[in-house]
């Protein structure tokens, strides 16, 4: 009989988690990372699952029986011996709680224990609570029970004085009187010395000479018997049972309320401390007589916030030492992040490796005083050189790649050094976790998630190894019970990240800016090639393809964009933006075209200096209906060389940028200096959430612009080279729908697709581009289809400009950050819509409208990349699987073999047998068990008793061979008291 | 003092260990069957002390019985020595016992003959049994004069060697709650004994046997001799060639070793325990009539045969301390298998 299963704690060093996984909620809000994010939800289903994991544990523990010695003193310690059925041999820890005492259960199913009975009565039950922590031990779990048990009577300790009682004395010659008392008589012998008697009775020569107290033993004149009522106080009545039996009385213990009183002469002591035990349990009924109070549901019991465990809790050295790995995991990680240098995880790996040792002393007792003087000299050393770096820092990223590293490196070294009990060992984790998340919210590479992963499952291993005193043996029944278990958490993991939103962008607090203050300079803000050099014109005048073949050497990022020039553009990675959707990473503008080259005005932009710089709107961005705008916040980590354009999504609004900046009429920003790799800056762009509708319902622009068409700001955007074909014209006024300009650009585009083919290898057009394009070769490259685009636009009055910059790239889907290769430079048009600026359009690359993007859930993006992953590659990974699977195989093959080879078929044999008990180490033990579980005359099998000695006779007996049958026959033998044990066992516990 | 009168003439021992060549061979499971049977015809409810202290004769050992009064030492020792139809003697422990009381000494002798002379008057311990009542009442000079003659099986006095009978077995007692007035036995004597058992008090049933005469003292006499001296021996010496595997061999070293790595165990077993155990185990195997030794052998007697060689750091005077602790190093190594 049991009650249900309720949570009494939290395990010491659990709140820690708690407060890790608040802090990486602040790590998500500060840096905007999606991997973050996916971290803090496993994270989530990991402490659900360690919360669950106690519950399910506790399921499969069932105490059975409680014996307990017949009689008991209240106050002293008794043995206890418990008998519990456990069904899944697991090597989490479940400790029963008896009588105020903890023990914990052990793994053969019986368990002995000392306890103290507090109050005294008849004990006819035990009232116990099974606790168990279950295998990750974050909350402690309760199931309170109750098991009968055979009457344990248990008696108060005897105190005085004596009783009231009923004298009745018969003298010698056997006849009774009520006399008032025995007399005291000759001295008869020794005896030993009973509790309570006055020094006056010892007989002190023989004390003396035994060693042991002896008393004189007195002849009574007379014997004289006592009776007393059992219904007094049950201290004094065993006192005064003792007394009277001291005494050398006859003592009779009357029971009104028994029928029969005759039997009830106290002979020993257990018969009076028996009656004190009836006494009190009749004082208890009469003075509680109403029922026992109703058990509080769970859900309205409190949780002890703190678990204090009744025995020091030492950490097992293998969870110590995966504690470590997971520290040096999350080091490794961190300084991976920020570019840490060799010789800095050199000090990581050696500062954990000795932290390690030095807590493992620890916890083993011994605390040298020199460790203690070590570990101060290294900690006074390591602050001293912070404090030194801190004194030279600008910038908060700057702050973020120097000191923060090395200080968080010297915390978790410095604690790692001081673990010595699980709370620590607990809160060492949690440290770890806060960096790995502070880690995952910087790097922005693909390896973030294999570097989580690894963490996870280290620590989860730690988690697991905390409560086991010893190594679980990695069991068939084990390994499948963590697949299933990794599994339902991934699975989870996924299903409730599919809910998660990804962030939006990250929070302008911590927005990271860092440059390179050795780059070559643009002090005047005039474009500068990646090179340092002033970007020489593309158009040569050659109608020759030009070659740039740099990295970030895109045509478009120079004063001229010539439309018969096309760069040698490679794969590499140029930038990594993180950035909460897909958009146009923006960086030159173009005005003037001439039917060939487009040209950027000479004018340049007013310096400001960094590192929060707000950006003036330009023409066309403030949007003249009072439209809603939202924040879009991007950060750009810069991978390769790149001149000093500063990319931007949407209008740039302010630009965080450790320099200055100069940004251009026309829109485009320029740097001082040129972009170099590891230079990070972000920008906060404002955008107008737009969709097909809201840009058709602004009709059509050309009329809507009509009027001032004259005025510069405007006319700029509407002149067309002269080199303009008719036919070009013709086809624009052709296509135009009346009333929308949207539906316009739509029909353009369309009519593009079907008309001319995207092709890079496009022949160089020789007179006007836009007419060799879309009339002569019907094939080119993006900036001539955005060329086209353009003029056909112009010609019908609306406003419209080249931007070149990058597509968006490809996102990463577990570290959230958009990949951006060189191979993804573009050039796209940009449409002056008045109510809402300046819309992207672009007929080559599909990038959606800001208003109409989905934002993506961390779930989803996960998935995905799973699954993509998978779909990419499903032959290799299927072969890496199964690879995986038969090494696994072929391991466990290997080793079977080599104990198959080492132990022989008898030594099997023998190994066989002695399983079927595992408390016995030699055969005949086991036999003679075997012999009482089953019953061998009934289940037909041989004697397990010859069984055994034919074991030992192959093993010991030099003169026997046994042959092939007796092998067959001992196999035979076996697999039946295999049968029956486990009959025998499952009756048991059906019957329990 | 309980002197039995000494034999007479001592065993000429030298002559009939030469065993004949068409002698039977003996059969040490009967014989054994039949020894235990008349011990727990006597002494009742101990079959498993019974078995052990034949182990012990069959293992040419010393046996030290350790128990409160009362509970049938003497009478243990007794059945033995009748069963085994030897001679007997019986040495009662007190504290002015002198070695030669023990051993034997020169007496001079007058006969008309040679006129007076010195003789040697063999001691009690010329017997092939020897009880030893309350061994620690005896002062220790006198406890290892008995001892050092039961292990080298000789006494020297006055320059003469004589030679014990053969078999010859000690079987000692003592009373280790009452300590006033003994003399604990060092652990140097304590090592001689090939193994120590305390019987403890008989079940209530086997007790009421006991008082009503069913068993206990008054049958002492229905006992007859089973065998003799010289079957004994013979069978000694074909316990002594009993098989032990070298696997069995180092499992006894790793339950030395334990009781030496043991961290409540001040001084481990000696190697001469383990000889002991082994000769015990030998002597075990053969009673079950086997010719090989098996780690059950082992287990089964290691408590008997170490528990009084270890050193307890920290027993608080407690008597068991010693085989709890041997118990548990026995518990703690794995027995070797197929």
């Known amino acids: ?992 | 003092m309980d002197f039995p009168p000494p034999p007479l003439a001592p065993a000429p021992n030298d002559a009939p260990r030469a065993v004949q060549p068409d002698a039977q061979p003996i059969d040490v499971r009967a014989l054994a069957a039949q020894l235990v049977a008349s011990i727990d015809a006597v002494v009742a409810g101990h079959h498993d002390i019974a078995e052990i202290a034949i182990a012990t004769l069959f293992a040419r050992g010393n046996l030290l019985i350790e128990d409160i009064p009362g509970v049938g030492k003497t009478l243990l020792a007794q059945v033995i020595a009748r069963a085994v139809g030897g001679s007997f003697g019986r040495i009662q422990g007190t504290p002015d016992l002198l070695p030669g009381d023990v051993t034997g000494s020169m007496m001079p002798i007058t006969d008309p003959v040679n006129g007076t002379r010195l003789e040697f008057r063999p001691g009690p311990v010329f017997a092939n049994v020897v009880v030893f009542d309350e061994l620690n009442r005896a002062t220790p000079r006198t406890q290892s004069a008995l001892l050092e003659a039961a292990e080298e099986s000789t006494v020297t006095v006055d320059g003469t060697t004589h030679r014990l009978p053969t078999p010859n077995m000690v079987v000692a007692t003592q009373n280790p709650i009452e300590i006033a007035g003994t003399y604990g036995l060092g652990e140097g004597s304590l090592d001689r004994f090939s193994a120590v058992v305390t019987p403890g008090r008989a079940a209530p049933e086997f007790e009421l046997d006991v008082l009503t005469g069913r068993r206990g003292r008054s049958m002492l006499n229905a006992i007859e001799a089973i065998t003799t001296p010289a079957v004994i021996a013979r069978t000694q010496d074909e316990v002594a060639a009993i098989y032990v595997a070298d696997a069995v061999g180092a499992y006894v070293v790793d339950i030395l070793g334990a009781t030496r790595r043991h961290p409540n165990i001040r001084l481990g077993a000696s190697t001469r325990a383990g000889v002991s155990l082994i000769s015990l185990a030998r002597a075990r195997a053969a009673m079950e009539g086997r010719t090989y030794v098996v780690p059950d052998d082992i287990a089964g007697l290691a408590v008997a045969s170490l528990g009084h060689r270890v050193l307890v750091a920290d027993s608080n005077g407690s008597t068991t301390a010693g085989r709890d602790l041997v118990a548990e190093c026995v518990a703690s190594v794995a027995a070797p298998t197929a």
Request: proline share 7%; glycine share 10%.
């Open chain 1, 1 to 992: 009989m049991s009650s249900r299963s309720h949570p009494v704690a939290i395990a010491p060093g659990g709140l820690a988690l708690i407060g890790a996984w608040l802090v990486g909620l602040a790590i998500v809000r500060l840096t905007g990372a999606a991997a973050v994010l996916l971290f803090l939800v496993a994270a989530l289903i990991a402490m659900a699952g360690s919360v669950v994991s106690g519950w399910l544990r506790l399921r499969s523990v069932n105490v059975t029986t409680f014996s307990l010695p017949p009689t008991a003193t209240a106050g002293d310690s008794v043995d206890i011996v418990s008998e519990h059925i456990d069904q899944r041999r697991s090597s989490a820890p479940v400790d029963l709680v008896a009588f105020d005492t903890s023990w914990a259960l052990s793994d053969v199913g019986m368990t002995s224990a000392s306890v103290v009975i507090a109050d005294p009565g008849i004990l006819s039950s035990v009232d116990y609570s099974l606790e168990t922590a279950g295998a990750a031990g974050l909350v402690r779990w309760r199931r309170r029970g109750s098991a009968p048990v055979s009457d344990v009577h248990v008696a108060p300790v005897a105190a005085g004085p004596v009783l009231h009682v009923e004298h009745a004395a018969s003298s010698d010659d056997g006849s009774t009187a009520h006399g008032a008392g025995p007399k005291t008589g000759e001295l008869d012998g020794a005896r030993p010395w009973r509790p309570g008697e006055g020094e006056q009775a010892i007989h002190w020569p023989s004390t003396l000479r035994t060693g042991e107290i002896i008393a004189h033993e007195r002849t009574a004149a007379s014997e004289a018997q006592w009776s007393v009522s059992v219904e007094s106080d049950p201290a004094r009545l065993r006192w005064t049972l003792e007394e009277g039996r001291r005494r050398g009385h006859r003592v009779i213990v009357t029971d009104d309320s028994a029928t029969e009183s005759a039997g009830n002469v106290v002979r020993t002591a257990d018969d009076s401390l028996k009656w004190s035990a009836i006494a009190a349990d009749r004082r208890g009924i009469d003075s509680t007589g109403e029922a026992a109070p109703k058990p509080t549901p769970w859900w309205r019991r409190s949780i002890s916030l703190v678990h204090k465990p009744l025995l020091p809790a030492p950490v097992p050295t293998h969870a110590r030492l995966l504690t470590s790995a997971a520290a040096l995991i999350a080091l490794w990680m961190l300084l991976g992040a920020l570019g840490g240098s060799l010789s800095q995880r050199a000090l990581a790996t050696g500062g954990v490796a000795v932290s390690t040792a030095l807590s493992l002393r620890i916890s083993k007792g011994a605390r040298p005083t020199w460790t203690r003087i070590l570990v101060a000299v290294v900690a006074v050393a390591a602050l001293a050189r912070i404090a030194v770096q801190a004194s030279g820092i600008g910038g908060l990223l700057a702050a973020l790649r120097g000191p923060m590293p090395d200080l968080l490196m010297l915390l978790v070294v410095l604690h790692g050094a001081e673990i010595a009990d699980r709370r620590t060992t607990r809160v060492h984790l949690a440290v770890t976790g806060v960096i790995v998340a502070y880690a995952a919210g910087l790097r922005i590479d693909g390896r973030v998630g294999w570097w989580m992963l690894a963490w996870g499952v280290v620590t989860v291993a730690a988690f697991c190894q905390l409560d086991t005193t010893k190594l679980g043996e990695l069991r068939r029944g084990v390994a499948a019970r963590i697949g299933a278990w990794s599994a339902v958490g991934a699975m989870s993991t996924l299903a409730l990240a599919a809910f998660v939103p990804v962030p939006d962008g990250p929070a302008s607090l911590g927005l990271p800016a860092l440059s390179n203050n050795d780059a070559p300079e643009a002090p005047d803000g005039s474009l500068v090639g990646p090179d340092g050099n002033p970007s020489p014109p593309s158009s040569t005048g050659d109608p020759s393809r030009g070659a740039l073949g740099e990295v970030g050497g895109y045509t478009g990022f120079s004063d001229t964009l010539d439309t018969s020039v096309r760069g040698d553009l490679g794969d590499e990675i140029v930038m990594r933006v993180r950035a909460p959707e897909p958009a146009f990473w923006r960086g030159q503008i173009f005005t003037e075209f001439d039917g060939r080259v487009w040209r950027v005005s000479d004018v340049e932009g007013a310096p400001i200096e960094g590192p929060e710089i707000a950006i003036a709107p330009t023409v066309g961005d403030l949007p003249l209906a009072p439209t809603p705008t939202e924040e879009f916040v991007q950060t750009y980590h810069v991978e390769a060389q790149l001149p000093n354009v500063v990319f931007g999504a949407g209008r740039p609004e302010t630009i965080i940028f450790d320099g200055t900046v100069f940004p251009r009429p026309d829109g485009a920003i320029r740097a001082d200096r040129t972009l170099d790799p590891g230079t990070v800056y972000s920008v906060v762009s404002q955008r107008v959430p737009v969709t097909p509708t809201s840009l058709r319902d602004q009709g059509d622009l050309g009329e809507r612009f009509a009027p001032f068409a004259d005025r510069f700001q405007v006319a700029q955007f509407l002149a067309i080279p002269p080199s303009t074909s008719q036919a070009t014209l013709d086809l624009a006024a052709q296509l135009r729908v009346e009333g929308s300009t949207y539906d316009t650009i739509r029909a353009y585009e369309s009519w593009m697709a079907r008309n001319t083919e995207y092709d890079l290898n496009a022949p160089v057009p020789d007179g006007d581009a836009v007419d060799d394009f879309l009339f002569d070769s019907q094939r080119g490259f993006c900036e001539q289809i955005a060329s086209s685009l353009v003029v056909m636009l112009r010609s019908q009055g609306v406003p419209a400009r080249l931007a070149t910059g990058y597509i968006p790239g490809s996102r990463n889907q577990i570290s959230g950050v958009f990949e951006v290769r060189a191979s993804d430079a573009h050039a796209w048009v940009e449409v002056w819509f008045p109510d809402s600026g300046w819309e992207a359009f672009d007929p080559t690359a599909s990038v959606p409208l800001s208003g109409e993007s989905e934002r993506s859930t961390v779930g989803a993006d996960a998935t995905s990349a799973v699954i993509s992953g998978i779909a990419s590659r499903p032959v290799e990974l299927g072969l890496v699987v199964l690879g995986g699977l038969a090494a696994m195989a072929a391991m466990r093959g290997l080793l079977e073999w080599k104990r198959r080879r080492d132990r022989g078929p008898w030594g099997l044999l023998t190994d066989r047998f002695l399983a079927l008990d595992p408390l016995t180490s030699t055969a005949p033990r086991a036999a003679a068990v075997i012999a009482g579980t089953i019953d061998t005359a009934e289940s037909k099998v041989r004697d397990p008793h010859e069984v055994a000695e034919l074991l030992d006779r192959v093993a010991f007996d030099p003169s026997f061979t046994p042959s092939a049958d007796d092998q067959r026959a001992v196999a035979t033998d076996i697999a039946a008291y295999e049968r029956a044990v486990k009959q025998a066992d499952r009756e048991r516990v059906s019957v329990s």
